[in-house]
């Protein structure tokens, strides 16, 4: 049962080592692949503008509260995080740099090329193509195992104490971020509820799939 994973898995194109400066090909193409994915889904739950994703709904709660820019608060945010990743024994590598650098630049050209439907029915079913997508391209770059992003290195550190599955610790991360932004004004809309309660799912689901299909 694919809720139940608690592993990522290892397939042919996954590196042996998370700090790996000269991967194979396969790997990089299957990171970059991946993240292209995380990318594109993320800013189709944007484009729906039916609600943002958790995080920044939190970011801008801490926005409204300190007066600084949702940008600012999410640079901070993800320094934070990565900064707890020292009490996970969590690894960066070559992934955590693309993360940021490649969704970025998704998300840039997605947005500028997509328009936001103008059917709510189409909005609803944009968001969540959106959550899916992300899940699968979170699956495909995780597997490649170069390093995560700040958030999805947080899970895997988390679940890793915890010995939870990673949906469920994917879920409780989202949840509780979420609840922090809306309490401190942040807007929740059902696109925010759809990814916090569907990401974890669907990443543990892609994992699901291609550990069967790959091994």
């Given amino acids: 049962m694919f809720l139940t994973i608690k592993n990522i898995p290892k397939v042919s194109w996954s590196s042996q080592e998370t700090f790996n ?34 995080w920044t709904v939190m970011a801008q709660g801490i ?5 600084f820019s949702i940008g600012v608060v999410t640079f901070i945010v993800s320094v934070v995080v ?20 490649i969704i970025a630049a998704m998300l840039d050209i997605t947005i500028a090329l997509i328009p936001t439907p ?24 995780l597997i490649a ?31 509780s971020v979420a609840s922090v932004g809306w309490y401190l004004g942040g807007t929740i809309g059902i696109g925010t509820l759809m990814f916090a309660f569907g990401i974890g799912p669907c990443i543990a689901l892609s994992l699901y799939i291609i550990d069967r299909i790959m091994n």
């Fill in 63 to 67: 926005s409204i509260n300190s007066g």
């Fill in 145 to 175: 195992n170069l390093g995560p992003g700040p958030r999805d290195g947080l899970m895997t550190g988390l679940q890793k104490k915890t010995n939870l599955p990673i949906a469920a610790v994917r879920a409780f991360i989202e949840i």
């Fill in 82 to 101: 990565l900064c707890s990743w020292f009490f996970l024994k969590q690894k960066p590598g070559l992934g955590t740099i693309f993360n940021i650098v």
């Fill in 21 to 54: 400066l000269k991967p194979k090909l396969s790997t990089l193409f299957f990171l970059s692949f991946g993240l292209i994915l995380f990318g594109f889904g993320e800013a189709l739950v944007v484009i729906s503008f039916i609600g943002n994703s958790p």
């Fill in 118 to 141: 103008q059917n709510y029915i189409m909005k609803l079913l944009m968001a969540a193509l959106g959550v899916m997508i992300v899940g699968v391209g979170s699956g495909i770059y």
